[in-house]
C-alpha cells in the first residue's frame, strides 16, 4: 500500500485542494471548502518540508479534514431556507391575526403585508384567530376569544 503514495508531492495536494474548491462552487455544499482547504494546507506543509512519507501526509490531510468538518459544522451551521421561515415565524407566537382565505383546508393568514399558512380547527375566512404555535412554517391557530 505505500507504493501508492510514495510519490505524493506538495503539488498533488494543492491540485487536489483547487479542484475540490471549484467543484463548491458548482455544488453548493460548503462540505468541500473545508476538505479543499486542508489538502491546501498539507500542500503547503509539504512545500516547506518535503521529506515526508505520503502515508503521513494522508493521515495529516484525514485529521485536518475531519477536524475542519466539524468545527465549520458548530462555528458556521448553514441554515435553510425553511429553518429561517421557521425562526421567522415562531416569533409571531401570541400575536392575533384574520384569516384572510381558505382553500383545500388551508387557512392563510395576514401579518403585516405578508400572507402565511395556518391550520386550526372550525376555521373560516374574516375569522379573528390567535397564534399559538408553529409547526414548519405553517401557524397553528385558535380562535380568538
Given amino acids: 500500500m505505500e507504493f501508492l503514495f510514495e510519490n505524493l ?5 494543492l491540485i487536489l485542494g483547487i479542484a475540490l474548491i471549484i467543484l463548491e462552487l458548482f455544488v453548493w455544499t460548503v462540505f468541500l ?6 489538502a491546501i494546507t498539507v500542500g ?15 493521515l495529516i490531510f484525514i ?20 429553518e429561517q421561515l421557521h425562526d421567522k415565524a415562531k416569533k409571531h407566537i401570541g400575536k392575533e391575526c384574520m384569516i384572510v ?9 395576514q ?17 379573528s384567530v390567535k397564534i399559538i404555535g408553529v409547526e414548519s412554517s405553517t401557524f397553528i391557530v385558535e380562535l380568538s376569544k
Fill in 9 to 13: 508531492n506538495f503539488m498533488h495536494w
Fill in 33 to 38: 471548502l473545508w476538505i479543499g482547504s486542508s
Fill in 44 to 58: 503547503i506543509i509539504f512545500f516547506l518540508l518535503p521529506n515526508v512519507s505520503g502515508l503521513l501526509q494522508l
Fill in 63 to 82: 485529521v485536518l479534514a475531519v477536524v475542519a468538518t466539524l468545527l465549520s459544522k458548530k462555528y458556521y451551521p448553514v441554515k435553510t431556507v425553511d
Fill in 101 to 109: 382565505s381558505i382553500e383545500d383546508e388551508v387557512a392563510k393568514v
Fill in 111 to 127: 401579518i403585516g403585508e405578508s400572507l402565511w399558512f395556518a391550520k386550526g380547527s372550525n376555521l373560516s375566512a374574516g375569522q
